[in-house]
């Protein structure tokens, strides 16, 4: 088998890029060790920037997300039951759409089967080959044989625990690693949302988030502790739980009903760098991670591929390898500051288990400078929304 790029993963980063290679007219095959079922059972993200949505609308799979997606322009920040308003559309003149990741990675596979591009699951073993080289190839096994996929370029984009990174030799890479003391605990339930935005709420009790995914779907999130698991969490001690920690007004409005997904995720910030060696391209969770407070992860996947996409159009259709050859650095410099936002959100909403009075003192003059003043509100705003490409 041979084609231009052999792309490792098949989750939001790898379909994308995928597509968008496609329509440029640049061959592609992308290798998903996972069924199809399983890659659209995982219940992720569900805040798009402005950036991610144009780059859906240019791989020609914007339609139903226009249809169905959420405009938010604005979202509540809370602490105990005061609330400030941060107002994207007026600081920034953006907005952020929601609409989950599944749904994104679903009419990716779409349109995917509808342009008839190969897309193979369940291979086992993938392993990229001859990266320093103009000749790489991918092997894998899969239905029982060993496969080889010849390419010219391999875009790894197989996850936080794929082994693409891993081909970076160690004198050459550098990881950067935050965890965090604590994890989330997600619940999606059929029941309406509490409010028509969302809602990051910091108590004495923990970080709670009151998400959505349509009228008549909600996402909630609290802050858990990482020794948890999810049987551990009753529906009736999860709701319980949430309403301590958000408002009051809302909590009295809360409608709750039998959980159909509770997962917990642990926080971590992460990043790899060079995130490229000779022919292989790290994208999205491959190369970083950030906690979820700032809702960034599929944000910074969807930044990688566009950076990506562009050098390989350059690559093809100009002969032109400037956009390769600065791939690591374009892509770092706008993931650093979207570490950066996520690490200072999620540090001013969290209660830390070794937090001193002072510490939290802090967190509540920071809480207080966010509702006072503009400037700060601005700031966090044009974070939220997305920083320019
Ligand atoms: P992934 O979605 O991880 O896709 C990688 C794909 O590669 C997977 O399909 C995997 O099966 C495949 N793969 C792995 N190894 C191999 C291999 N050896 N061979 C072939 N294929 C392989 N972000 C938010 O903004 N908000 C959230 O609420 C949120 N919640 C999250 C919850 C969890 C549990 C996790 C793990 C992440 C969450 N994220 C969230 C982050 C967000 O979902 C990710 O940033 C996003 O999925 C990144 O997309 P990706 O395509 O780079 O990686
Ligand atoms: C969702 C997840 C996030 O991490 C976030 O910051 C906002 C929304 C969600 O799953 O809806």
Redesign the pocket.
């Known amino acids: 088998m041979r084609t231009q790029v052999a792309i490792i993963g098949g989750g939001p980063s790898g379909l994308l890029l995928g597509q968008l290679l496609h329509r440029a007219g640049i061959d592609n095959v992308v290798l998903e060790r996972r069924s199809r079922d399983y890659v659209l059972s995982r219940i992720r993200?569900?805040?798009l920037e402005t950036g991610l949505v144009e780059l859906m609308h240019e791989a020609g799979v914007g339609e139903r997300m226009e249809r169905e997606g959420f405009v938010h322009d604005g979202t509540i920040i809370a602490s105990g039951d005061d609330q400030v308003r941060i107002d994207f559309k007026a600081l920034t003149g953006k907005h952020v759409l929601v609409y989950g990741q599944t749904e994104v990675t679903r009419d990716l596979y779409a349109a995917r089967d509808a342009a008839g591009l190969e897309t193979l699951h369940d291979c086992r073993g993938v392993k990229p080959h001859d990266l320093d080289t103009a000749a790489p190839f991918v092997t894998f096994l899969k239905d029982g044989k060993v496969h080889r996929l010849d390419c010219d370029f391999v875009a790894g984009c197989d996850g936080y625990h794929g082994p693409c990174r891993q081909e970076i030799p160690q004198e050459v890479r550098r990881e950067y690693e935050k965890t965090y003391p604590f994890g989330w605990l997600g619940v999606l339930s059929e029941t309406p949302p509490v409010a028509d935005e969302?809602i990051y709420a910091n108590s004495p009790r923990g970080f709670a988030?009151c998400?959505m995914r349509n009228a008549q779907l909600s996402?909630y999130y609290i802050q858990c502790d990482l020794s948890d698991q999810p049987d551990d969490w009753t529906d009736g001690m999860f709701w319980d739980e949430l309403r301590r920690r958000i408002p009051a007004e809302a909590a009295e409005r809360l409608a709750t009903g039998p959980s159909i997904e509770k997962s917990i995720a642990p926080l971590r910030s992460f990043v790899c760098e060079p995130m490229r060696w000779g022919r292989l391209f790290l994208c999205g969770d491959a190369a970083h991670i950030v906690p979820?407070?700032?809702?960034k992860g599929l944000n910074t996947a969807a930044s990688d591929v566009r950076y990506l996409h562009e050098a390989l159009k350059r690559f093809y259709h100009d002969r032109d390898d400037e956009g390769l050859e600065r791939y690591s650095e374009t892509a770092l410099a706008r993931i650093w500051k979207t570490e950066r936002f996520s690490w200072w959100f999620s540090s001013l909403m969290h209660r830390y288990p070794d937090q001193s009075e002072f510490d939290l003192r802090i967190q509540q003059a920071e809480l207080a400078f966010l509702r006072d003043s503009p400037a700060a509100q601005r700031a966090m705003a044009e974070n939220y929304v997305g920083l320019p490409y």
């Open positions: 993200a569900g805040v969302l988030l998400s996402r979820p407070t700032g809702a």
